[in-house]
């Protein structure tokens, strides 16, 4: 019998797993040099006197398997809408729900917080993410293209 997976509001003291997970998902995104952050960045980010950023983990005997982490952007069309920045789930626990129920809770936190709706990117090569994004019944703009400056 699988362990229960549970859904909970990320703490402080999850911040390092949660980064091995980031690391995991940048390896599995071709680009694992891509991860700079440093762990005290993103605990006072996500835990500072102004947080920027939310999450919610999965976890599995005590065991991290999983986050969704949020964050507030503004449509100047819409209002205050919920980006998704990512949805992780380590390989070894994929296929038993863990991603549906991270996203579940996403969703409930938007509709609460009254978001109007909730965004995100997907690489174009990235087909298992499309599929599961369609059981969602979500959308996908190919009329706009990603625009960045890093610094």
């Not at 038993?96 to 978001?115: D, P, S, V, Y």
Request: net charge negative; charged share 25%.
């Amino acid at each position: 019998m699988p362990p229960e997976i549970i859904i909970r509001k990320a703490a402080k003291e999850d911040c390092p797993r949660m980064l091995e997970l980031i690391t995991e998902l940048a390896v599995y995104e071709r680009a694992p040099q891509a991860v700079t952050v440093t762990l005290p960045h993103f605990v006072e980010s996500g835990f500072g006197p102004n947080p920027v950023w939310w999450a919610f983990v999965a976890e599995e005997d005590g065991f991290i398997t999983g986050f969704a982490l949020y964050y507030i952007r503004y449509s100047t069309w819409k209002g205050q809408k919920m980006y998704l920045e990512d949805i992780i789930v380590t390989e070894e626990a994929r296929g038993r729900g863990t991603g549906c129920k991270l996203m579940g809770a996403i969703i409930k936190e938007a509709q609460e917080k009254n978001f109007k709706g909730i965004t995100w990117q997907v690489l174009n090569w990235n087909e298992p993410a499309f599929n599961f994004y369609r059981k969602y019944s979500a959308s996908f703009d190919d009329e706009w293209t990603n625009g960045m400056l890093d610094f």
